[in-house]
């Protein structure tokens, strides 16, 4: 089973979720609201879940083997750095032609 795409549909400032992110999974299953999570000075992934009667939380999908986890960790951690590489250079460019246009007033 190959990842194919990976978006990151929305990214979090503060509290330990940081993204929520959407995968593809051999161009045929989307999968969608994995959770991008920094907690213990280390990021992880949460699988999207339903909360049952009783308070409880089961994953809707998720990973069977340790190894395919793992893949999808790191795909999906990769692309969540990414994303907030390209944000923070957006936020930085925007922020430098606010100087300069209010430098020309």
Partial sequence: MQ??????RKLFNDGPMKAIVSVTLDNQLAVHDIKVINAHDRFFIVMPS????DD???????PINAQ????LES????????????????A???EAEEKAASAED
């Fill in 75 to 90: 795909t999906v951690i990769d692309a969540y750095e990414q994303a907030l590489a390209q944000a923070e250079a957006e």
């Fill in 56 to 62: 409880t939380y089961r994953d809707i999908v998720h």
């Fill in 92 to 94: 930085a460019a925007a």
């Fill in 50 to 53: 339903r909360k049952n009667p």
């Fill in 68 to 71: 395919f986890r793992s893949v």
């Fill in 3 to 8: 990842i194919t795409d990976v978006k990151v």
